[in-house]
């Protein structure tokens, strides 16, 4: 990943693999957002913008306030 100095996400450059999986649980569907814990540490929120767009906001960190801006690809 490459992000600017506000903690947005500007690129992903590493493909997904095992090494960087983790075990989702203690997820909730309110409307549009689904929030879920990646670890014991980590939380995160996620919220549906459009069909083709949400947001990805890593709880409790310093881009919470700057959630990443996802996009689905064709």
Known sequence: MRGGDDGDCAT????PSEKHALTVT???L???TLTFKG?????????VQT??????K???TASED???KLKRTK
Not at 12 to 15: E, M, N, Q, T, Y
């Open 66 to 68: 700057n959630p990443w």
């Open 26 to 28: 203690d997820t909730k």
């Open 39 to 47: 670890s014991k540490r980590m939380e995160f929120e996620m919220s």
């Open 12 to 15: 992903v450059v590493d493909p």
């Open 58 to 60: 890593f709880i409790g």
């Open 51 to 56: 069909a083709d767009n949400a947001r990805l």
């Open 30 to 32: 309110s409307g549009s």
